[in-house]
């Protein structure tokens, strides 16, 4: 079968790479249009317009999949399928319909749940136990096509939006080329979705990467792993953003007189730092104050001391 990929973060390299390992002829890889990226904000090329450049395959980056020209050079390519992963751009109609048997994509939740952008941070953030995989052929709806092929994978506390991703995009690679053996063979049986289960992913906000302290420690650390490595989830401390990468959630009792949600109850070098939640304590582990490094919260303490009744903020 002609393949044209169409993906653009670092999610969408292996599975690029495992459709052209696995034999399948890739006539057309598309991504987003070179952008500034990291702390430097250099312009600089996708991961997968470089795994594609590795490869040797032909590359397209429109600003818009729906201009004219794209069209005509996606007809061109004369695709029997259009594979998709996180690919940053809602195909219309045209695109939909430009290869023989449909796009199919690769969504990182087990639709109907946790269908648009952030599934992956969403899924932390909710304190799932489970996630997975889900291939589904594309229509006009958001996440809402019929559903291919699933496979569940377990979310540990030990993981974060970055190990979860990691461990997505390598299912995912499976997942799309069994996808792909079944439609060339003629196996696959795809199904409808049960719209009355859907939830939804929707892109992160700057309110959601501000700690809520009046949650209780568990959610708390949900919420900071759920966010790491990025955007990372942060505090205010004295005027400025302190990123907070790494918590324990302690039991504890609910809020004491006088004590406020995001109160620090020990900072002690040795001991390390203790925030109170709204039920339970926090035990921060790792932090980096704005223009600064990551560092151990007691390394932290050793040069920012920070007085036991500090409250941290939202605002």
């Known amino acids: 079968m002609r393949v044209v990929f169409m993906g653009t973060p670092q999610f969408a390299v292996p599975i690029l790479e495992a459709v052209v390992d696995a034999g399948y002829k890739v006539v057309g890889v598309v991504t987003q249009p070179d952008r500034p990226r990291g702390r430097g904000r250099k312009v600089a090329p996708s991961p997968v317009k470089e795994a594609a450049i590795n490869r040797g395959l032909a590359l397209f980056q429109p600003p818009r999949v729906s201009a ?7 007809e061109d390519l004369l695709p029997d399928v259009i594979a998709v992963a996180a690919f940053g751009q ?22 109907p749940r946790y269908r648009g952008a952030a599934p992956i941070h969403r899924a932390i953030i909710n304190g799932e136990k489970e996630t997975g995989i889900t291939t589904v052929f594309m229509d006009e709806g958001l996440d809402t096509g019929d559903i291919l092929l699933q496979e569940a994978l377990p979310i540990t506390d030990e993981d974060t ?25 003629g196996r696959l049986k795809p199904r409808p979705q049960d719209h009355a289960r859907a939830t939804y992913a929707p892109a992160l906000t700057r309110e959601d990467e501000l700690i809520n302290w009046e949650a209780g420690a568990r959610d708390v650390f949900n919420q900071v792993r759920g966010l790491n490595p990025w955007p990372g989830a942060a505090t205010i401390f ?14 504890g009792e609910s809020l ?10 020990l900072a002690d070098p040795e001991d390390g730092l ?18 600064g490094r ?22």
């Open 161 to 185: 939006a970055g190990t979860l991703h990691d461990r997505l995009a390598q299912l995912g690679a499976r997942m799309l080329v069994k996808t792909l053996d079944l439609l060339a063979a």
């Open 238 to 251: 004295e005027g400025h953003v302190l990123k907070i990468w790494r918590v324990e959630a302690a039991a």
């Open 294 to 315: 990551r560092m151990s919260a007691q390394d932290f303490l050793r040069g920012h001391p920070i007085p036991v009744g500090t409250v941290f903020a939202r605002s």
């Open 256 to 265: 004491a007189a006088g004590v406020l949600p995001g109160q620090v109850r």
């Open 68 to 74: 004219p020209e794209f069209l005509a050079a996606l």
């Open 274 to 291: 203790i925030v109170q939640a709204g039920s339970g304590l926090v035990l921060v582990k790792e932090l980096q104050l704005q223009g």
């Open 90 to 111: 809602i195909l219309p109609p045209a695109v939909l319909r430009a290869p023989k048997y449909g796009c199919i994509n690769v969504h990182a939740s087990l639709l």
